[in-house]
């Protein structure tokens, strides 16, 4: 089984700075996907960034980049240069080679974005 | 660049009715999943089909059963509705194989479904 945890119900960060979003993992499989997504309040699912378990440099994608600790089993977001319109909520998430592709997310971290 | 489209965007039924739910994966798309979320709830898995075969199996209720069809598009079946069954029903489509690749799953903007 492969479980997600977020800690952080929700997260402020005021406009301009940047801000870290923790996610642990847990699964046993050695391979492994790890995923970033944004749900603003209108309810879309927007893929922001992709880990995988053999990749060995961390992800990036404009303003946003994974931390990816293996030794840890975290793989926390961080986004430089914080913009209003990254007020949302923020689902980590994984796949394994024994769940296949089906996503299993973590509760989600609420980021308000303060002018 | 095309999306994954899905309709209807908001839906409300009453209990016991029956809702069809239908997902159009991005081009050359060959595999489709769902997703239901809950208020205030993540996403968790429901199916998902690979070259119109049910490739996945997570916690989908008897009473829905989902089919991909030849054109890839794939239709969610939800019979005898209940009040739970109130949630936001996502579409995502990737490429490559099932079980053997991590492609990114990009989610469609979700069906809105409210059962009174």
């Known amino acids: 089984a492969q479980k997600i945890t977020q800690t952080q119900p929700g997260m402020f960060v005021q406009e301009k700075e940047a801000v870290t979003l923790d996610c642990t993992y847990d699964?046993?499989?050695?391979?492994?996907?790890l995923f970033w997504y944004k749900q603003p309040s209108s309810g879309e699912m927007i893929f922001l960034i992709y880990q995988g378990s053999y990749d060995q440099q961390n992800a990036t994608e404009g303003r946003y980049s994974l931390n990816f600790q293996k030794a840890r089993k975290s793989a926390n977001l961080v986004i430089s240069a914080s913009q209003l319109g990254d007020s949302a909520m923020y689902f980590c998430a994984m796949c394994s080679e024994t769940s296949g592709s089906r996503l299993t997310f973590g509760e989600g971290t609420q980021l308000t974005v303060n002018p | 660049a095309a999306g994954v489209i899905q309709s209807p965007r908001h839906l409300i039924k009453e209990k016991r009715e029956t809702a069809t739910l239908k997902c159009y994966p991005i081009p050359r798309h060959d595999t489709v999943y769902w997703y239901q979320q809950g208020p205030g709830q993540d996403p968790q898995f429901l199916i998902s089909?690979?070259?119109?075969?049910?490739?996945d199996k997570g916690s989908i209720p008897d009473r829905f059963s989902a089919q991909q069809f030849s054109d890839y598009h794939s239709e969610l079946n939800m019979s005898s509705l209940e009040l739970g069954d109130s949630a936001l029903y996502f579409c995502a489509s990737s490429t490559g194989v099932p079980l053997e690749s991590y492609n990114e799953q990009f989610f469609g903007p979700g069906t809105r479904l409210t059962v009174l």
């Open positions: 089909f690979y070259e119109k075969m049910q490739s």
């Open positions: 699964t046993s499989d050695p391979s492994y996907g």
